[in-house]
Structures are given as C-alpha cells and as structure tokens.
C-alpha cells in the first residue's frame, strides 16, 4: 500500500498507509489525522481538505487539476500556493504517490 506523511505545522508527523483509489482527504479523516475537516464530504464545495504537496516529484504524478477544484482554492482559509495546493478530497492516492509528502496548512476554516 503507498505511504502518505501528512506534515502538522506545529512539526508533528502522521505517516499512514493508504489503500490505492482512497482520496488524501478520506485517508486523513478515517484515520483521525488533524487538519484535514472534510466538512463537504468530498464534493470539491468548502476547500476544507486543503493541503500543500511537499515534493516537486509528486506534482506531475498528480490528476489535473479541475475547474471546481481550482475554484475552491481560491477560497481556502490559508493562502494557495499557485504550483502545491491541492484539495485533498479530489486527489486519489496510487501507487505512484507512493512516499507521497503533504504539508497540511495552519488552519482550513
């Protein structure tokens, strides 16, 4: 199964193994990881899984973004980084992110 390390910005680490299809933000929720609320479900409506994708190798392994996504990054409560942001809930992880290194923002609300 990939492994994914969600980075706190307090320096605390959370690394978890992912089933291959599991979007960031669902990995993150069924296991309890702070940062990451979800509060839409996964529908790409409230940018509350935002997250900063660490490694530049992982960016172009990445499903492109789409309109509703990049929408939504417009909205986020910690500022978007115009090449890292992505929204959590529309990223599913393969085992090409495997080792995948995710920087979750101070706050999502």
Not at 22 to 46: H, K, V
Not at 101 to 107: A, G, K, R, W
Request: net charge negative.
């Amino acid at each position: 199964m990939p492994e994914i390390t969600f980075h706190h910005s307090d320096g605390r680490n959370d690394v978890v193994e992912v089933a291959e299809g599991t979007s960031i933000m669902r990995a993150a929720l069924t296991r309890s990881i702070p940062g990451i609320i979800g509060e839409c479900g996964g529908q790409a409506m409230c940018a509350t899984c935002h997250v900063y994708i660490r490694s530049d190798d992982h960016l172009g392994k990445l499903p492109r973004l789409g309109e509703d996504e990049d929408e939504m990054l417009d909205c986020t409560a910690h500022p978007r980084d115009p090449r890292r942001s992505r929204l959590g809930c529309q990223v599913p992880v393969t085992e090409a992110l495997d080792g995948l290194e995710i920087d979750l923002p101070e706050t999502q609300i």
